[in-house]
């Protein structure tokens, strides 16, 4: 077997601090190189929400790869159509667009906000994370990842999250789009006050800005809608989506309301909405649409079981205020067989597939309390 340890450090540039490798996964199970198994509450970040190589996922991906892998956007691309109709219609949104990331996902929603409004300044929010291209990172809160790069566009002006006094103080007549996260994920799971994305919706219709609800991290049904912003009494303008989208599958999308959307040449990619993509995320689709209604009791069984460290909990999304034993608490949780994340702050994050049991739900959180009782005592 190749030493990938010392290949990785001589010739993979040190971006990320690792420490083990998974080989394989199926349903909420991973094993890792030496075939030690784990139950993956993390699903790599959010992302393998129909769990790992689901069988209706892999034959779809398989089938279109037989067919036709890339033919570009010069082209009606197979599946394309379809899949802009159904997510249009699942998040009751009217246009389409793809990306291959979520931070694509949020650079278009920045340049459809742009295009819109005639204005160019953007607002966001305190611990927001929105990825890591030149305008995502632009919008993206936290300073030791966004202002070594500086300058950077569009110019974003931060808002604690949670304040709307501060946000109806900072947006403008210059102000093309707030950003929004309707549930913060990096920042550790973060629910916002109650009330509050309705008053950031009435703040952004008063001042003419649009509202985009970055659901790259809560959109997909992970907490228990479509969107999170289906569980709130408004809509935003543009919402963009990736992670879970395609089970995996690099892909990312914006949906768009009634009268917004690229004309010619206003915006593209070579590889986004190619024929695999169409075909991971449709299926995607076919596997949560059935499970969805259930996600929210799934929620609630973490909620129950783990309520003793006031766990807050949307659907398939939980975070836990930790503080700084997290590190200790996620690689205990590995020894024990179970992968759980560190998020910002301190705090643990749980995203497991949505696709998971009751009896692992209670498995998982059984080794989860044992390591925080262990941990924090
Ligand atoms: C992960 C994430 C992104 C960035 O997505 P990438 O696919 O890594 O570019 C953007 N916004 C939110 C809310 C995220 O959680």
Not at 5 to 28: E, H, N, V
Not at 126 to 143: C, D, E, M, Q, Y
Not at 262 to 276: I, N, R, W, Y
Not at 351 to 361: R, T, Y
Request: glycine letters at 10%; hydrophobic letters at 40%; aromatic letters at 6%.
């Amino acid at each position: 077997m190749s030493d990938y340890r010392s290949l990785d450090a001589q010739y993979f540039m040190p971006a990320f601090s690792r420490t083990m490798m998974i080989r394989r996964g199926k349903g909420c199970t991973v094993w890792d190189d030496d075939g030690k198994e784990y139950l993956d509450l993390v699903a790599g970040i959010a992302v393998c929400s129909t769990g790992h190589c689901h069988d209706h996922v892999v034959s779809a991906i398989c089938r279109q790869a037989h067919e036709l892998i890339h033919c570009s956007n010069l082209y009606y691309v197979p599946g394309q159509a379809e899949f802009a109709e159904r997510l249009a219609k699942l998040t009751q949104l009217s246009t389409i667009f793809c990306s291959n990331s979520g931070a694509e996902a949020n650079d278009a929603a920045l340049k459809l906000a742009r295009l819109a409004t005639k204005r160019n300044e953007a607002v966001a929010f305190t611990h927001g994370f929105h990825g890591r291209t030149i305008g995502s990172l632009a919008v993206t809160h936290k300073p030791a990842i966004r202002e070594p790069f500086g300058p950077l566009e569009p110019k974003c002006s931060f808002v604690e999250y949670g304040d709307l006094d501060g946000l109806r103080a900072t947006v403008n007549s210059n102000t093309a789009a707030v950003l929004l996260e309707p549930i913060q994920g990096e920042a550790g799971v973060i629910i916002p006050p109650e009330g509050f994305i309705e008053g950031v919706r009435e703040i952004c219709d008063e001042k003419g800005a649009l509202l985009i609800a970055d659901e790259v991290q809560t959109g997909m049904g992970r907490t228990g809608t479509w969107l999170a912003m289906h569980q709130t009494k408004v809509m935003p303008d543009i919402v963009s989506l990736a992670k879970g989208i395609g089970s995996g599958f690099p892909m990312g999308a914006i949906a768009a309301r009634d009268g917004l959307a690229f004309k010619k040449s206003e915006h593209g990619s070579t590889f986004a909405g190619g024929p695999l993509a169409m075909a991971a995320a449709m299926a995607t689709i076919d596997v949560i649409e059935p499970i969805l209604p259930g996600i929210a009791a799934k929620g609630e069984r973490f909620a129950s079981k783990l309520a003793k460290w006031n766990p807050r909990v949307r659907g398939l999304m939980i975070g836990i205020s930790v503080g700084e034993q997290c590190p200790r608490v996620q690689s205990r949780c590995a020894e024990l067989g179970v992968l759980v994340n560190c998020a910002g702050d301190g705090n643990l994050r749980l995203v497991p597939p949505l696709i998971i049991s009751d009896a692992e739900i209670d498995r998982a959180a059984g080794v989860v309390n044992e390591v925080l009782t262990e941990v924090l005592n």
